[in-house]
């Protein structure tokens, strides 16, 4: 719980520092190995806000992902994991990116009562990763170490890299 | 290829997988996907009921620590493998597994006991014989699975207690669990597939000994399991094997 509000601390200034100078909406589509969409996942990233004389922006994005396709009988019914989060970039070409994740999990498992089930949990996702993005519209790329707190209490070291297109 | 050879998963679908070796998901998928059957670790816990887990202590692997015949299932129960990402699949029961295999006949099941007690004494392997004997009658797999282990006088004491089950010693050198396998009238030799060749697999199967291979954790292992001509494939890349054999 600590990390969740030292997380808010450090985003929630540059609401309040920056000033908004150009309402900007830019949608970018990529692919994310590893991350908090588990093994792969496919996301959209929306910029809602650009400070420009700060050189920062705000993105939203939602992504969905999954560690396996098929279930212990084989047949297709994939974990469904979807996350979601606020992401602050800060930079020209090169971006430093400060977020924070909000997942949901849905795993495929196994009961001997009731045999397959899925169960739900949430976790909640950090990042601090780089970004590469030359043109506004365009190739982006990007690293994130994207530490987990798994289940809301096991805190879990992963990292993800990604490559999209904005536009 | 053996024309008798049988094809079965390590843990279930095998180390590498997402899926956990020993839990419920892994080792129902292998059977589902087409393997003729499983490889599964089994240990006794403080309360003797058998638990199917790998390792000698329950952490790093569950979110649980200690070993398996210090505790309880009660305690036991509550484990859970802490891979992969966001899954919580549970350490399991054996009773409960073999109850929620559907056609268990069918299918082979290599059993490799897991005996980490540091300095076991007579009574306790007794113990482990006696408790393996009775769990595989019960279970009604006496002639569709085989023991494997590296403890030289539990598998003496389960081939006492019941000369139907198939013993197999576990080996780092061919020709000494060779000798021990034919004095003590077990049925074979469980080594890794690196000190395998066609001709060890020969010689075995001369003296009348099966030979279960494990360690294949490639296609190129798969390959050369299959070439050797052993008994029982005990893969990790179950995909390959049964694209690669039509199964």
Redesign the interface.
């Given at each position: 719980m600590k990390i969740r509000y030292i997380l808010i601390l450090l985003i929630y200034p540059i609401f309040i520092i920056a000033q908004k100078d150009k309402h900007v909406i830019k949608h970018s589509i990529y692919l994310e190995a590893l991350g908090t969409g588990g093994y792969g996942s496919i996301n959209y990233d929306c910029t809602f806000l650009k400070f420009k004389k700060h050189k920062i922006y705000l993105s939203g994005r939602i992504g969905t992902g999954t560690n396996n396709f098929t279930d212990f009988e084989n047949k297709f019914n994939p974990d469904l994991i979807f996350t979601s989060g606020l992401y602050a970039f800060y930079g020209k070409n090169h971006h430093v990116e400060l977020g924070i994740n909000f997942i949901m999990s849905l795993i495929v498992q196994y009961n001997p009562s009731v045999r397959s089930y899925r169960k739900l949990n949430s976790h909640l996702g950090f990042s601090i990763g780089y970004r590469y993005q030359k043109h506004p519209k365009g190739l982006i790329t990007g690293i994130r170490y994207t530490p987990i707190l798994e289940f809301n209490t096991h805190f879990r070291h992963w990292a993800a890299a990604y490559i999209g297109y904005c536009f | 290829m053996n024309p008798d050879c049988k094809i079965l998963g390590h843990g279930g679908m095998g180390i590498a997988h997402?899926?956990p070796i020993n839990t419920?998901?892994?080792i129902?998928?292998c059977l589902?996907?087409g393997a003729e059957g499983v490889e599964i670790d089994i240990q006794l816990s403080k309360d003797s009921v058998w638990i199917i887990f790998h390792d000698s202590d329950m952490s790093p692997a569950t979110?649980l620590s200690g070993s398996i015949f210090n505790n309880n299932w009660q305690q036991i129960k509550g484990a859970y493998y802490?891979n992969?990402?966001?899954?919580?699949?549970p350490v399991i029961h054996a009773d409960?597994l073999f109850?929620?295999i559907v056609n268990k006949e069918n299918y082979i099941f290599s059993l490799d006991l897991k005996n980490y007690q540091m300095n076991p004494d007579s009574n306790y392997t007794d113990l482990l014989a006696r408790k393996y004997t009775e769990w595989v009658i019960k279970q009604d797999i006496v002639f569709n699975s085989y023991l494997t282990s590296s403890d030289l006088n539990l598998l003496m004491k389960v081939k006492s207690l019941n000369p139907d089950i198939e013993t197999f010693i576990y080996s780092s050198d061919f020709q000494k669990s060779k000798q021990e396998a034919l004095v003590q009238n077990f049925e074979g030799i469980s080594i890794h597939i690196n000190s395998l060749n066609q001709d060890l697999v020969k010689e075995a199967h001369q003296s009348g000994l099966k030979i279960a291979a494990f360690g294949i954790n490639s296609g190129q292992s798969n390959i050369d399991a299959i070439e050797y001509g052993v008994d029982y494939i005990e893969t990790d890349q179950l995909q390959h094997i049964l694209q690669i054999t039509n199964n």
């Amino acid at each position: 719980m600590k990390i969740r509000y030292i997380l808010i601390l450090l985003i929630y200034p540059i609401f309040i520092i920056a000033q908004k100078d150009k309402h900007v909406i830019k949608h970018s589509i990529y692919l994310e190995a590893l991350g908090t969409g588990g093994y792969g996942s496919i996301n959209y990233d929306c910029t809602f806000l650009k400070f420009k004389k700060h050189k920062i922006y705000l993105s939203g994005r939602i992504g969905t992902g999954t560690n396996n396709f098929t279930d212990f009988e084989n047949k297709f019914n994939p974990d469904l994991i979807f996350t979601s989060g606020l992401y602050a970039f800060y930079g020209k070409n090169h971006h430093v990116e400060l977020g924070i994740n909000f997942i949901m999990s849905l795993i495929v498992q196994y009961n001997p009562s009731v045999r397959s089930y899925r169960k739900l949990n949430s976790h909640l996702g950090f990042s601090i990763g780089y970004r590469y993005q030359k043109h506004p519209k365009g190739l982006i790329t990007g690293i994130r170490y994207t530490p987990i707190l798994e289940f809301n209490t096991h805190f879990r070291h992963w990292a993800a890299a990604y490559i999209g297109y904005c536009f | 290829m053996n024309p008798d050879c049988k094809i079965l998963g390590h843990g279930g679908m095998g180390i590498a997988h997402t899926l956990p070796i020993n839990t419920f998901e892994s080792i129902l998928k292998c059977l589902n996907m087409g393997a003729e059957g499983v490889e599964i670790d089994i240990q006794l816990s403080k309360d003797s009921v058998w638990i199917i887990f790998h390792d000698s202590d329950m952490s790093p692997a569950t979110n649980l620590s200690g070993s398996i015949f210090n505790n309880n299932w009660q305690q036991i129960k509550g484990a859970y493998y802490m891979n992969p990402l966001y899954a919580q699949y549970p350490v399991i029961h054996a009773d409960e597994l073999f109850h929620s295999i559907v056609n268990k006949e069918n299918y082979i099941f290599s059993l490799d006991l897991k005996n980490y007690q540091m300095n076991p004494d007579s009574n306790y392997t007794d113990l482990l014989a006696r408790k393996y004997t009775e769990w595989v009658i019960k279970q009604d797999i006496v002639f569709n699975s085989y023991l494997t282990s590296s403890d030289l006088n539990l598998l003496m004491k389960v081939k006492s207690l019941n000369p139907d089950i198939e013993t197999f010693i576990y080996s780092s050198d061919f020709q000494k669990s060779k000798q021990e396998a034919l004095v003590q009238n077990f049925e074979g030799i469980s080594i890794h597939i690196n000190s395998l060749n066609q001709d060890l697999v020969k010689e075995a199967h001369q003296s009348g000994l099966k030979i279960a291979a494990f360690g294949i954790n490639s296609g190129q292992s798969n390959i050369d399991a299959i070439e050797y001509g052993v008994d029982y494939i005990e893969t990790d890349q179950l995909q390959h094997i049964l694209q690669i054999t039509n199964n």
